[in-house]
């Protein structure tokens, strides 16, 4: 949202398409988890119906962690075609514009300023995602045969 709080489509836009996605994902890992044995017995032993998130943390933090890290991949582009339509000035429309004037230097530098960004929050992800679920260990190989 703009500094001003009026919202419009084009500040709205690149949250709301991937809005569906992220909701139909959370809610099919919530309903996956809320079947599995642990929760069961959980409501079994007393555990009330009331607040079933509470009841398996564990199992979906790291799915929604990964859903929104490798939605980023997809928002990077976005910007560079919303900022072209919207007309704003970022990087986005100056990679589009060395693309229509054919600046391979500043397409290059483009394309690896977005995958240094990408990789690093891949990296990211990867080490939240080890602190989210303590049986994920990075770099340790499994003792035995």
Known sequence: MPG????????????ACNG???????????????NK???QGARHGGAGKQNPLFQC??????DIVTLLALSIGSLLGGTAIVESIFMWDGVGKMAVDAITMRDYPVIQAYVIWMAVIYVLVNLVTDIIYCCLDPRIRMGQEEAGG
């Open 20 to 34: 569906s996605k992220y909701t139909r994902q959370v809610r099919a890992t919530v309903l996956e988890e809320l």
């Open 4 to 15: 001003g709080g009026r919202a419009s489509f084009c500040h709205v836009y690149p949250g």
């Open 37 to 39: 044995e642990y929760v």
């Open 57 to 62: 943390p564990e199992g979906i933090h790291a």
